[in-house]
């Protein structure tokens, strides 16, 4: 056993054969996975865009119609009139902020500290809020030119610019993009109505799917 231990050779590995396992991406490879990385990329960009445009919009209108839920929800538990404002006047106006609070005095506008605030929600830049173009559903009239909703203690809503709880006050929220959301407001219950203006028939549909980028 001893001699055939002997005669087997102990040759070392060669190199090639020491680094077959380790061998790495060969430059062709390399400008294959970097072509493939860039066609994934450009395929992805308008999808990525298109969701951007959609999910900025929609969750700016989430928000603003989250405001009126909890200025009303104020008003009702904390018996007094409470007053949400949309827009600083009658125009359109680039991002801004809304603004609820208790109104004691019924004026239409905040006096602290003794008139405390419910809640600020700012509109992200590039975001319009603007009056219903054919002024159907004017919002309510607050101090100066202001307009907003007002929530009275027993939570019936003054939507409208009649100043009674009949009717919708409602505005626009639209991006750059020139897509349109209309929220209304009922007056009474304070119900929240989302449409999307369809450029197709220039109507505004209860569905929100008519978007351009």
Known sequence: MLRMMKKLPTEPLSPCRACRGERGFTLVEMLVVVAILGMVVVISIPSLRRSMVRSELLGETQMLSQAVSVARINAIKQGRRVTLKFLDDNATQNSGMVHAWVDENGDGAPNPPAEIDIGRWMVTKGILLSP??????????????????????????????????????????????????????????????????????????????????
């Open 132 to 213: 219903d173009p054919d002024n159907a559903n004017e919002l309510a009239g607050l101090a100066g030119t202001t307009l907003g909703v007002v929530f009275l203690p027993n939570g019936n809503t003054i939507a409208n610019v009649g100043g009674t709880v009949v009717g919708v006050g409602g505005f626009v929220v639209s991006d750059y993009a020139s897509n349109q959301i209309l929220i209304t407001v009922q007056g009474g219950s304070g119900t929240v109505r989302r449409q999307m203006w369809n450029p197709e028939t220039s109507q505004w549909s209860d569905e929100i799917r008519f978007w351009r980028y």
